[in-house]
């Protein structure tokens, strides 16, 4: 199937990503409708947050308020 980053690769079995891609088509996400890491975690954590604010960061809070990388997009209409 075609990967759900965009990139035209084509992934094998039924895997949405090609390797390392699901953190592209996330940060593509976010990009889009947060700005920014910042931005995506504060709406999520609340303004107190106090970083920092990188993938690992995006992606502990995907994974505590989303089912799955997918869910999140999903989510985000990506
Ligand atoms: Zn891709």
Do not use: K, W
Request: proline share 4%.
């Amino acid at each position: 199937m075609q990967c759900r980053c965009y990139c035209d690769g084509e992934t094998n079995s039924n895997r949405h990503f090609l390797p390392g891609h699901d953190q592209i088509a996330v940060a593509n996400a976010i990009a889009a409708n947060y700005g920014s890491n910042e931005a995506f975690i504060r709406s999520q954590r609340g303004e107190a947050f106090d970083g920092p604010f990188g993938s690992p960061q995006v992606n502990r809070v995907i994974m505590e308020n989303y089912e799955s990388i997918e869910a999140f997009l999903d989510a985000e209409g990506y």
